[in-house]
């Protein structure tokens, strides 16, 4: 069974830089879990010491709806 915990937000920048930086911090401390943050509820995680890591970069150009830029990371790993 899968469990989908999702949440969407618009965050200035800074904010979101600081989410990043408290999301790294997690990993670095070198915990067996790490707690993620995802709108109001945490989610406790146990990463191995190695991870699948993907990064995706998607620039799109519209005349009607403008310029859109997407950044996805996406983190995976078995337990």
């Given at each position: 069974?899968?469990?989908?915990?999702?949440?969407?937000?618009?965050?200035?920048?800074?904010?979101?830089?600081?989410?990043?930086?408290?999301?790294?911090?997690?990993?670095?401390?070198g915990?067996?879990?790490i707690?993620v943050?995802?709108?109001?509820?945490?989610?406790?995680?146990?990463?191995?010491?190695?991870?699948?890591?993907?990064?995706?970069?998607?620039?799109?150009?519209?005349?009607?709806?403008?310029?859109?830029?997407?950044?996805?990371?996406?983190?995976?790993?078995k337990?």
């Open positions: 069974m899968a469990q989908r915990t999702t949440a969407d937000e618009t965050l200035p920048r800074d904010e979101l830089a600081a989410y990043l930086r408290d999301l790294a911090a997690e990993f670095e401390r915990d067996e879990q707690t943050p995802v709108g109001n509820k945490n989610v406790t995680l146990m990463p191995p010491e190695t991870l699948d890591v993907s990064v995706e970069v998607v620039e799109r150009s519209s005349m009607l709806r403008g310029d859109r830029e997407t950044v996805d990371i996406e983190l995976s790993w337990r």
